[in-house]
């Protein structure tokens, strides 16, 4: 397994944005899938976004369009830019990476028992 760190959490008004950065250890990320779900009070995992190492990315529809994932392989990075934040996005947010997770169909990146390894998470919190 690989170790992940998340930060870029806080607390933003509705509208505002966050970028959220991940940072691996312990192997080399290029070749993971990588991902971000999140988990609210009272309510299920949910996959945010994911991103197979081809590069191609899912997204969950309740997202699409306002938050965007991307990796930086020399820095060993993974991002989420979260735009027109919205109270409903309040949530711990869990960086996750896999390296044997099968993207044929993209819906997989946002299955999470489909990850092995996952950070401590980082709060947001819009209001």
């Known amino acids: 397994h690989v170790q992940l760190v998340e930060s870029g959490g806080g607390s933003v008004q509705a509208g505002g944005s966050l970028r959220l950065s991940c940072t691996g250890s312990?192997?080399?990320?290029?070749?993971?899938?990588m991902g971000w779900f999140r988990q609210a009070p009272g309510k299920e995992r949910e996959g945010v976004a994911g991103?197979?190492?081809?590069?191609?990315?899912k997204y969950a529809d309740s997202v699409k369009g306002r938050f965007t994932i991307s990796q930086d392989n020399a820095k060993g990075t993974l991002y989420l830019q979260m735009n027109s934040l919205k109270p409903e996005d309040t949530a711990m947010y869990y960086c996750?990476?896999?390296?044997?997770?099968?993207?044929?169909?993209?819906?997989?990146?946002?299955?999470?028992?489909?990850?092995?390894?996952w950070g401590q998470g980082t709060q947001v919190t819009v209001s």
């Open positions: 996750v990476a896999d390296a044997s997770l099968d993207s044929a169909l993209l819906f997989r990146l946002l299955v999470p028992i489909n990850y092995a390894s």
């Open positions: 991103i197979d190492s081809d590069g191609l990315a």
């Open positions: 312990g192997d080399t990320l290029s070749s993971y899938c």
